[in-house]
Each structure stands twice: as C-alpha cells, then as structure tokens.
C-alpha cells in the first residue's frame, strides 16, 4: 500500500531532551516536507526537501534540523525541544512535479514538551 | 511572498444548505491552487485541485484571477462534510517550488 509513515504517533518528552520523528515514504516521491498544525494558525511549513541531500527552510524552521540521506526518509530532528514545539506534525511527499501534483501526508505524531 | 487567506475559522451549516468556504490568495504569477480536508482523526488528503477542473463529493472551486480567489462552494451540504479544510497554494519561490497554507476552515454541518 503506498503511504507515508510516522514513528511515534505520540510523544511526551522533557525540555531539552534531543528526539527525532521519522518519515517514511513507499512512493519513490522525490519532494518531502514537514509541517507543524496549530489550533488557530493551520499548517505551517518546517522544512522541505526536493531530492536527497537537497533540503531547505520553510517559514518555522527555527528549533528543527533535517537529514535527507535516503529518498525515503526525511526524519525531522529537534535537537534541545521546547515547550513551544508542543504540537500536532505532519510528514508529507510529493511526486517531482510538485506544482501540479498532491502532497500525500502521513498520520501525524502528537509532540508534547514538558 | 505568496500568503492564502481562510478569513472563517468556522463556518455552521444546516443539512442541505449551500455552502461557500472562502479562500484567497496572493501571488504575482499563476499559482497552482488546492483544497485539502481533514476529517476527524484522520490525516489531510486533497479534495480537489484547481488545474484539474473537477468535482470531488459535490465540491468545486473555480479560480479567480480577478479576486485572487479560490472558493470551495457544494449547492447542499451533508453531514459527512462536517470536516478541517484547508486552502493551499502551490508556486516557485526562490527557484523551488513552495507550499503555503491557509489557516483552515471548520464546516460544522448541523442535522
């Protein structure tokens, strides 16, 4: 079944402590992305990926590192959380012409920084 | 910058009662458009996309150049509709191709 995968589906953690959510995709997609959802402000854009090796900010990318060494995973790392990443994350992958093409998204992990 | 605009946090139908989710956007070129929706507990997934031109569940959108707009409009709501939904806006940035959302409508449809 093609899909994309998230580990873990929730999460609860302590400030500071460095976690990583990965990202999976079965599609062969060549674009991957990262959002964030927030009650009130929707989906805003963390970091995306055109191809492996070839990432870039989107427009919250403060406090989150990503690694594209594979075309199937985009795992999204933050490296010293805080409280203000408590948030709903959504993975999502594109085929290559993202203009025209929808984004797939995965099921979301639910991060919560105590 | 390319920016989308839901200016409706909730929008309260009654069953069978035309519905109209507003959604506009700005962007110096010709963007490509998208209403993704998100039902309870499940993960986003398209609707319906402007290039396409076609009706998805009795949903559909025209573009708007003049308005800049992109209204997701059904002639009579279900309750199955009751669901997030979210405008999106799809168009090169930088010399990448770049995403934006709007901030999503809730469409709460009464019995």
């Known amino acids: 079944e093609a899909q994309v995968t998230q580990n873990p589906r929730y999460l609860i953690t302590v400030t500071g402590k460095k976690l990583t959510v990965t990202c999976s995709q079965n599609?062969?997609?060549?674009?991957m992305s990262w959002y964030r959802q927030d009650p009130g402000l929707g989906l805003r854009q963390i970091y995306y990926?055109?191809?492996?090796?070839?990432?870039d900010k989107g427009d919250v990318p403060e406090g989150y590192k990503v690694s594209r060494k594979e075309k199937r995973n985009f795992p999204l790392i933050l490296e010293s959380p805080s409280p203000n990443q408590t948030s709903l994350y959504f993975c999502?992958?594109?085929?290559?012409?993202?203009?025209?093409?929808?984004?797939?998204f995965g099921p979301g992990t639910r991060l919560t920084v105590l | 910058a390319q920016r989308v605009t839901q200016p409706e946090k909730l929008l309260s139908v009654f069953k069978g009662a035309p519905v109209e989710l507003k959604c506009n956007y700005s962007?110096?070129?010709?963007?490509?458009l998208f209403w993704y929706v998100q039902y309870s507990r499940q993960r986003l997934q398209l609707l319906l996309r402007?290039?396409s031109r076609e009706s998805i569940k009795g949903f559909t959108a025209d573009l708007n150049k003049g308005e800049t707009s992109f209204h997701l409009k059904k002639p009579f709501a279900q309750e199955e509709d009751s669901a997030m939904y979210y405008c999106?806006?799809?168009?090169?940035?930088?010399?990448?191709?770049?995403?934006?959302f709007g901030t999503g409508t809730k469409l709460q449809v009464i019995p």
């Open positions: 999502a992958s594109s085929p290559r012409q993202l203009q025209y093409n929808e984004q797939f």
């Open positions: 599609m062969n997609h060549e674009y």
């Open positions: 990926s055109m191809n492996v090796e070839v990432t």
């Open positions: 962007y110096s070129g010709s963007p490509e």
């Open positions: 402007h290039i």
């Open positions: 999106a806006l799809s168009a090169l940035s930088g010399g990448y191709q770049k995403v934006t």
